[in-house]
């Protein structure tokens, strides 16, 4: 019994974590603030990083830039905290993605 209860409880935990797209319609002004990172690629020269557009704010959900969600505000003017917040929080910065 107990391994079924820690069995469901670990599903549960990866149900919640994985939310897809978060959508909150099409607002004029931006209300999601997305990241995406960077990528791997093996090329002739060997493996080369490919830099993508970090953090970046949007007025149409994340997805549909194939980026990751950070957060949502209805109300857009606590967007720019959270901007701010996720530069900060963002583990590449620029001018590291030619140099890692």
């Known amino acids: 019994m107990r391994i079924k209860i820690i069995l469901a409880g670990m599903i549960l935990v990866h149900v919640a974590h994985a939310q897809g797209c978060i959508q909150g319609g099409q607002p004029s ?3 999601y603030v997305c990241f995406d990172g960077r990528t791997l690629e093996p ?3 060997g493996l080369v990083w490919n830099a993508k557009r ?3 704010i949007s007025s149409v959900p994340c997805c549909a830039y194939n980026a990751t969600h950070y957060a949502f505000y209805p ?3 606590k967007i720019g905290a959270a901007y701010a917040r996720c530069r900060h929080d963002y583990p590449f910065h620029l001018g590291e993605m030619q140099t890692h």
Do not use: H, K, L
Request: hydrophobic content about 15%; proline content about 17%.
């Open 29 to 31: 002004q931006p209300r």
């Open 43 to 45: 090329t002739e020269s």
């Open 54 to 56: 970090g953090c970046f």
């Open 75 to 77: 109300n857009p003017a």
